[in-house]
């Protein structure tokens, strides 16, 4: 299956030369779970207006 997001990614990586940004990409591509930061808050810190 040829995705066009998968094309433009290949393109994108391609033409990339910063390799702090091509380890992070290929950390995320081979994580098997993403998180959410909000997920990661404790319930108390999830409340509207807490400052």
């Known amino acids: 299956m040829d995705l066009p997001i ?6 994108l ?14 950390a995320l591509l081979e994580s098997d779970k993403v998180v959410d930061w909000w997920d990661e808050l404790y319930d108390g ?3 509207p207006g807490r400052e």
Not at 18 to 24: A, D, P
Request: aromatic residues 0%; contains cysteine.
């Open 13 to 26: 990586i391609d033409k990339c030369d910063n390799q702090s940004i091509l380890e992070q990409v290929k």
């Open 6 to 11: 998968k094309k433009e990614l290949h393109e």
């Open 45 to 47: 810190d999830k409340k």
